[in-house]
């Protein structure tokens, strides 16, 4: 019987449409009509309810996964940071110490010393060039103002090194600093400046073609060597090397409210910490004895934004609480190869206990 019926079924769907419209019994032709046009394909009212329910199941993958990039990234920040400060631990006390030729996250006039120190950010305007300035602080938004996100940027008090406090960096190891040009952290796109080498600096000898900090294509290119040619250099490396000395700009943690934000780290109160973002030119990265072969970078910010991750480094206690190192009043120096990280941060400013914080949803 089951025989029968599977080549009664067979006969069937070899009959083509024109054979099946010579069927003289009108009901049975209908009949066979319908049949044959269901079996080439869905109705439309089957496939808006597959396409529905294609849709509720997409809404529920979407709703399950939407954010994980996020969350992912600030996984990986929690493994990198406490990687890093693991890393430059270990190499100072390797090497007995500090990585050289960190970047000061400021800019700073070429010829000479600047003659005063803004800790403003840079300006979205012509910037004087004998004045030192944060490199970047705008803003937090991708494509406004460059340089480095405002909430990283606020973190820091940007002043002149006092002559103990070079020394400390010095002794520690950190005996050159990368800059990048002052007048190459405005947006004055109109604005030149030859760069030579002079004195301790020490940078090929060009012309840089002024772009703004938010046009730049390589964000964490911009403490590295001008390129070799004319208007090559306008969006790429901007920066130079200068040896450690009094007066030279430094990005100081701000302690905050009764030492709050250096407590946080595990500081004391009163401790005086140095910022140096961990870039490519740094002896901490590419050698073959160098724990980095790339400069490790956080990628959750603005695609305009600084991004490198930042060494927080212990120079000394200020005594007085004048927000300056002087054995003079008193102040506790670290004393050669003494000063250490105390903590490294994201380019959000965030560190290791916060960004761990926000991996596991604790911190809002």
């Given at each position: 019987m089951l025989r029968n019926t599977n080549k009664i079924v067979e006969q069937f769907n070899s009959l083509d449409v024109e054979t099946i419209e010579n069927i003289k019994d009108k009901k049975l032709r209908k009949k066979a009509l319908r049949l044959k046009r269901k079996e080439g394909g869905f109705t439309l009212l089957e496939l808006l309810v597959v396409v529905g329910i294609l849709a509720i199941i997409g809404g529920a993958l979407i709703s399950s996964f939407g954010g994980q990039e996020t969350k992912a990234a600030q996984g990986t920040a929690t493994n990198a940071i406490a990687g890093i400060e693991g890393a430059m631990r270990t190499y100072q006390t390797v090497n007995n110490r500090l990585p050289d030729n960190l970047e000061s996250l400021a800019c700073r006039p070429v010829a000479a010393v600047p003659t005063a120190i803004n800790d403003a950010a840079a300006l979205d305007a012509a910037i004087v060039t004998?004045?030192?300035?944060?490199?970047?602080?705008?803003s937090n938004v991708s494509g406004v103002g460059g340089g480095m996100g405002k909430k990283l940027a606020d973190k820091f008090i940007l002043r002149a090194a006092s002559a103990d406090e070079a020394t400390a960096l010095s002794d520690a190891g950190v005996t050159e600093l990368r800059y990048a040009v002052t007048a190459a952290c405005d947006n004055d796109v109109a604005t030149t400046e030859t760069v030579t080498t002079m004195g301790d600096i020490t940078v090929a000898t060009g012309t840089i073609g002024q772009?703004?900090?938010?046009?730049?294509?390589?964000?964490?290119?911009?403490?590295?060597?001008?390129?070799?040619?004319?208007?090559?250099?306008?969006n790429r490396g901007r920066g130079f090397s200068v040896t450690m000395a009094a007066g030279e700009p430094l990005m100081t943690w701000d302690s905050g409210t009764g030492g709050y934000n250096?407590?946080?780290?595990?500081?004391?109160?009163?401790?005086?910490?140095?910022?140096?973002?961990?870039?490519?030119?740094?002896?901490?990265?590419?050698?073959?004895?160098?724990?980095?072969?790339?400069?490790?970078?956080?990628?959750?910010?603005?695609?305009?934004?600084?991004?490198?991750?930042?060494?927080?480094?212990?120079?000394?206690?200020?005594?007085n609480a004048d927000g300056?190192?002087?054995?003079?009043?008193?102040?506790?120096?670290?004393?050669?190869?003494?000063?250490?990280v105390q903590a490294v941060i994201d380019a959000r400013g965030d560190f290791l206990d916060e960004e761990m914080a926000e991996f596991s949803g604790q911190k809002g």
């Open positions: 004998t004045e030192a300035y944060k490199f970047g602080g705008l772009a703004s900090l938010v046009d730049m294509d390589i964000p964490n290119h911009a403490f590295e060597d001008p390129r070799p040619n004319g208007a090559d250099w306008n250096n407590k946080k780290l595990g500081a004391g109160a009163d401790d005086v910490l140095v910022a140096m973002g961990i870039g490519q030119a740094s002896d901490f990265i590419g050698n073959a004895d160098s724990p980095f072969a790339k400069a490790p970078f956080y990628g959750q910010i603005g695609k305009d934004k600084y991004a490198h991750y930042i060494a927080l480094v212990n120079i000394g206690t200020d005594s300056v190192l002087n054995s003079a009043d008193g102040d506790t120096l670290r004393g050669e190869g003494k000063a250490y």
